[in-house]
Nanobody, 123 residues
Framework: VQLQASGGGLVQAGDSLRLSCAASGRTLSRCFMGWFRQAPGKEREFVTTITSSGTTRYADSVEGRFTISRDNAKNTVYLQMDMLQPEDTAVYYC??????????????????WGQGTQVTVSS
């Protein structure tokens, strides 16, 4: 399975971005998918996840500003990021895991990872 993330860029505080993550090599419609991020000098952290049935969970820091969605027909997951803040600056990674129907926050449960896309928010 390969995950290809795209959509990152340089924006100003308050702007929006939409990240995409397209999967190939396997249909992930029955798998959970998520986004993680890693800022310089910090550990990778959970951002959001979506189960195969559409249940979502968000980190407190992005709740109400970010929205995860998926299009199973396109084998793609999206991350709509609104009201971006400088503290959202990080490399964003999409990930997928199979074998559970629960919304899982720990990276240990995710088997497949994309290459990351840089999001930079200037103040």
């Amino acid at each position: 399975v390969q995950l290809q993330a795209s959509g990152g860029g340089l924006v100003q505080a308050g702007d929006s971005l939409r990240l995409s993550c397209a999967a190939s090599g396997r249909t992930l419609s029955r798998c959970f998918m998520g986004w993680f991020r890693q800022a310089p000098g910090k550990e990778r952290e959970f951002v959001t996840t979506i189960t195969s049935s559409g249940t979502t969970r968000y980190a407190d820091s992005v709740e109400g500003r970010f929205t995860i969605s998926r299009d199973n027909a396109k084998n793609t997951v999206y991350l709509q990021m609104d009201m971006l803040q400088p503290e959202d600056t990080a490399v964003y990674y999409c990930a997928a895991g199979c074998g559970s129907y629960r919304p899982l926050r720990s990276s240990h449960f995710y088997h497949y990872w994309g290459q990351g896309t840089q999001v930079t928010v200037s103040s």
